[in-house]
């Protein structure tokens, strides 16, 4: 007799999964209050000294904005937790979004928010790639930068000069050690030799 493919998971396996959830759901709560008795903490503490120290306000306004980035990273992740067991009574956890196969348990274990298995995700990720995406890329300010754009040149790859010890126009733009022009500048080639040591 041949074996279809499973379509869900079973009930008995929904119930293992529903456990593990619950233990993540309070342990992401613990840690939850933890922060926000933090935040609760810095803001009686904190802000309420007058003529404080800019350096230590600064530090404060840093510390606060961290912890409640991490609390906002937290509740998401608790109600990511709370629609996983709201899938699990509707019967449908575990079930990719994208391929509609079944997510593998390993993954589930160790992710147990998660709606897409690693091929879906995949696939959801090479659909987000347009072709627009492959003439230019990001730079880490967000500005689009064509690839195809002549690398622009350092400026520290040439000795500056003052006016009179720079060579004579139409001369070539390298450098020779020998011409006398970097000594006569202050550069010693004699301090570049490796010979001595």
Known sequence: MSQEPQVRYSDEEL??????????????????DFTQRQ?????????????????????????????????????????????????????????CTVTGQL?????????????KSVDGKNIANAKKESPADEQSESDPFG???EKDRPAAKPIADKVRLPASKRPPAGSSDEWDFGSGALEDAGFNASKMDDDDE
């Open 103 to 115: 997510i593998d348990k390993n993954r589930l274990r160790l992710v147990p928010h998660a709606t």
């Open 39 to 95: 935040i609760s903490e810095l803001n009686e503490n904190g802000f309420n000294q007058q003529g404080g120290d800019w350096y230590d306000d600064s530090t404060a306004h840093a510390d606060l904005e961290l912890l409640q980035r991490m609390a906002a990273r937290q509740q998401r992740h608790i109600q990511d937790l709370k629609n996983a067991l709201l899938r699990i009574e509707n019967k449908t956890y575990g079930i």
């Open 15 to 32: 119930q293992e999964f529903k456990s593990l959830i619950d233990d993540k759901i309070a342990k992401a709560q613990e840690e939850l």
């Open 143 to 145: 500005k689009s930068v």
